[in-house]
């Protein structure tokens, strides 16, 4: 399986901003869905955002109102923009490809994930 490729992670002091870059492996207007997930050390992977092929989006209650999900079918590309960052943001970040809502919860494809990119933020 092709997967998505992600972009754009490193390491940023609290209070600054990150956007991370998803590339699909497919053209985008062609997939429904898609989402950023993250997992800290230890922890399991855990929903951040994502945006339907329509435009919605759904956001983790952690991060309302400082990450931004968005898609530009030119590029092929989804973008999360993070703002205000806390350390707490810390952790790996996968991009998924494709998936469902269900009951307006977004699941992703098995195997649509990406490699992953790692956001740092320091206090």
């Known amino acids: 399986h092709v997967q998505p490729v992600e972009s754009g992670g490193g390491l940023v002091q609290a209070g600054g901003s990150l956007r991370l870059s998803c590339e699909a492996s497919?053209?985008?207007?062609?997939?429904?869905?898609m989402g950023w997930f993250r997992q800290f050390p230890g922890k399991q992977r855990e929903f951040v955002a994502s945006?339907?092929?329509?435009?919605?989006?759904t956001y983790a209650d952690s991060v309302k109102g400082r990450f931004t999900i968005s898609r530009d079918n030119a590029k092929n590309t989804v973008y999360l923009q993070m703002n205000s960052l806390k350390s707490e943001d810390t952790a790996i970040y996968y991009c998924?490809?494709?998936?469902?809502?269900?009951?307006?919860?977004?699941?992703?494809?098995?195997?649509?994930w990406g490699q992953g990119t790692q956001v740092t933020v320091s206090s």
């Open positions: 998924t490809e494709g998936g469902i809502y269900v009951s307006g919860s977004y699941l992703p494809e098995y195997h649509g």
């Open positions: 497919r053209i985008l207007v062609s997939i429904n869905a």
């Open positions: 945006i339907s092929s329509g435009g919605p989006t």
